[in-house]
């Protein structure tokens, strides 16, 4: 099978994929869940979590706190350049089939900017406080389900985004020694 073939059928499948996960938002318990969710991943729950780390660990929460916003950061500039780059169209912008009931924060698609953050994020913030994976996992997880669920992203979005969170988070935890 010849590069281009592999290229269509794998974005085929994203696209297919794409349309039947973004049709679940019909139902009004799942639209409703996972446009709260999507919201939180806007940052207010990263926000959250930072505030909460240093009410909770005080002085001991800000190497925690800077880490991620350090993260955080990286992870913007990255997602900005690449998403001027590509300039990959949503989803809804290119299937009508698509079922959009999220409102996108930019216009381009590529990559999953709140994939990205909710991965950078979580994983730094688990570095510190492994004892929060019950909350975060599900949460970034989540989050990465509502981007294909309200239409706004195809699933090649969600994995680069979180492809690139990883990168981010292993990169960064290998500079700043855990102590």
């Known amino acids: ?19 039947s996960v973004s049709h679940t938002s019909q139902y009004r318990m ?12 806007d940052g207010i ?3 959250a979590l930072m505030l909460g780390i240093l009410a909770v660990q005080q002085g001991a929460g800000v190497k925690p706190v800077l880490h991620m916003l ?8 990255i997602y900005k350049w690449l998403k001027h780059k ?13 079922f959009v009931t999220g409102k996108p924060l930019d216009r381009f698609s590529f990559p999953s900017g709140h994939t990205l953050h909710a991965v950078a994020f979580g994983l730094v913030a688990l570095f510190y406080f ?13 989050v990465a389900m509502s981007r294909v669920i309200l ?7 969600v994995l680069a985004g ?4 990883y990168a981010i988070a292993a990169i960064s935890m290998s500079l700043i020694p855990y102590t």
């Open 1 to 19: 099978m010849r590069m281009s073939q592999m290229l269509n059928r794998m974005q085929a499948w994203d696209s297919a994929l794409c349309v």
């Open 30 to 41: 799942i639209r409703a869940w996972f446009r709260i969710i999507s919201r939180l991943g």
């Open 45 to 47: 729950f990263w926000y």
């Open 70 to 77: 350090a993260a955080g950061l990286t992870g913007t500039m």
């Open 86 to 98: 590509t300039h990959r169209p949503r989803p809804y912008q290119v299937h009508q089939d698509v």
């Open 130 to 142: 492994p004892l929060l994976a019950i909350i975060l996992i599900p949460f970034i997880l989540m």
């Open 151 to 157: 239409g706004l992203h195809y699933p090649s979005d």
């Open 162 to 165: 979180a492809a690139i969170g």
